[in-house]
């Protein structure tokens, strides 16, 4: 009878230290689904994010050629355009020669001058 006594305590110990372990699973989970609850929010309620800049194209012989950058609230860019980056836009007008809007001057934002 006295063996049992110690097998029961050690049983009663590990009972309590799996209840300890499964709260704190519980804990984590919860802790888990609520920031997946919230990103999932944020990602609903945020706007799609609007490109800086814009490369307006032009139609010479029936093929679209890049044209000017512009600001992508520029109302001189016409409806024929494309979403730039500013590393593409930068190259855009250092490198590959188009040029920046004189209305919008995107140059100016993207610090060329």
Not at 28 to 55: F, G, H, M, S, Y
Not at 90 to 107: F, H, K, N, Q, S
């Amino acid at each position: 009878m006295s063996e049992q006594v110690p097998r029961l305590e050690r049983l009663r110990s590990v009972r309590q230290w799996l209840a300890w372990q499964l709260r704190r699973t519980d804990e984590t989970i919860a802790e888990l689904e609520k920031q997946e609850a919230a990103a999932a929010r944020a990602a609903r309620t945020l706007p799609p994010r609007v490109p800086e800049w814009r490369l307006s194209m032009q139609r010479a012989g029936g093929r679209p050629t890049p044209d000017a950058v512009h600001t992508s609230d520029c109302g001189m860019a016409g409806n024929a355009t494309r979403p730039l980056t500013r590393e593409q836009a930068l190259r855009a007008i250092t490198e590959d020669g188009i040029t920046a809007c004189p209305y919008c001057r995107p140059d100016t934002d993207l610090g060329v001058l």
